[in-house]
């Protein structure tokens, strides 16, 4: 992969090189000569065969925990949430023992606590890392899902986007079973803080756990908001609003 420079960028094929478009600007490849046909059936392409299945099964895991906090990411995630959870669903199940090269699966993987380490922390919206926005500790209990951030100074302990006059907390608790494809998810109740300098408890409690416990992510949501007229708008659009799982639990 090449990338084009130049004032006249083209699009298309040239001399069996393609030319496109990405997010990352304008790039170039060779267009290959092995057909579908021939790398389905040629034994010379067995680990690629290998490498296609696993690929698609690490999608279809990350499609399952995104469409379970599918409601929290509509306030917080950025345009490549997909192909990066993808490639952390590609790592677990490398963590995978059990199964055979072409056939390792995320779900056998997440038993191994190095691949739900892999998990831990990701950001659904990596334009507001958890770590580069909240300094105050926060404490987890994975019995309860319950999250607390005790003696919070918003104007202090919150690094807030321009323009933000108020921040809200939300804990989430999402069940996962990838290899049954089921999921569920119960969400916490939210506190909504002005960025001032009161100090503040922040308590999220979770009602009851999600029907799907096979594998758990804990996940804390915070959103900034400006307030114009008494009414409280989501800023930018929740462009820097921030979703992170901040704990991986398997039964």
């Not at 306030?75 to 056939?103: C, E, F, H, P």
């Not at 108020?166 to 506190?191: C, M, P, Q, R, Y």
Request: proline share 3%.
């Amino acid at each position: 992969m090449a990338r084009q420079s130049g004032l006249i960028k083209i699009k298309g094929t040239l001399d069996n090189v393609n030319f496109y478009k990405t997010k990352d600007g304008d790039l170039a490849r060779m267009k290959t000569s092995v057909d579908a046909q021939r790398i389905q059936n040629d034994p010379a392409f067995v680990r690629t065969r290998e490498n296609n299945q696993e690929f698609g099964s690490a999608a279809k895991s990350g499609k399952l925990l995104r469409d379970a906090v599918r409601t929290l990411m509509m306030k917080a995630s950025d345009g490549r949430v997909t192909s990066r959870l993808t490639q952390v669903m590609s790592k677990i199940r490398l963590y995978d023992t059990t199964n055979d090269r072409g056939n390792r699966k995320v779900a056998f993987g997440v038993f191994d606590i190095s691949g739900r380490e892999m998990l831990k922390g990701f950001n659904f919206n990596n334009r507001a890392i958890l770590g580069s926005i909240l300094f105050k500790p926060y404490t987890l209990d994975m019995m309860t899902g319950e999250i607390n951030i005790n003696n919070l100074i918003p104007a202090i302990d919150i690094a807030a986007p321009q323009g933000a006059t108020h921040v809200s907390f939300t804990g989430a608790w999402a069940g996962v079973d990838f290899g049954n494809e089921l999921k569920s998810i119960e969400i916490s109740n939210t506190v909504n803080l002005p960025m001032n300098t009161v100090l503040s408890n922040v308590n999220l409690a979770i009602a009851q756990p999600p029907s799907i416990l096979v594998t758990s992510t804990y996940l804390l949501t915070i959103e900034f908001f400006q307030e114009i007229n008494a009414v409280q708008y989501p800023l930018n659009n929740g462009k820097y609003n921030s979703l992170t799982i901040i704990g991986v639990e398997q039964a």
